[in-house]
């Protein structure tokens, strides 16, 4: 019966890798391990912390664009403004030069009626 309990257990360990080299090649590979975890989890806090600082730059471009489109949308009200008034004074102007056109015309008129008046008068005289 102990002969059985004895080669059992030798059986175990074997099966089991249960010897002294192998425990402390269980502790190196566990060492291993964990300096790579370590390694993995300072690459992700790097990556993470990256992703923060573009995601806080895209914040700040989106907030410039933002402002620069209020910017542009206020010039474009100012220009279509400026059109406008630009449309009123040539309509006044154009006004303004048809009146003088008309002014000059019956100067014209007045000016030749008074030529006539005097050349008609000197006739009538001699």
Excluded at 81 to 110: C, F, P, Y
Aim: without cysteine.
């Amino acid at each position: 019966k102990r002969s059985r309990i004895a080669y059992s257990d030798e059986v175990r360990n074997e099966l089991l890798g249960d010897d002294g080299n192998s425990s402390e090649n269980q502790r190196a590979h566990l060492l291993d391990n964990t300096e790579r975890l370590e390694r993995s989890s300072r690459r992700l806090e790097a990556g993470y912390q990256i992703a923060v600082e573009t995601e806080q730059i895209g914040q700040e471009m989106l907030e410039n664009l933002s402002h620069d489109r209020e910017k542009i949308q206020r010039a474009r009200e100012r220009l279509r403004e400026t059109d406008a008034n630009l449309g009123k004074s040539s309509r006044i102007l154009t006004g303004m030069l048809r009146r003088h056109v008309q002014q000059r015309i019956k100067l014209a008129w007045l000016k030749q009626f008074l030529l006539t008046a005097v050349h008609a008068a000197f006739l009538w005289e001699v």
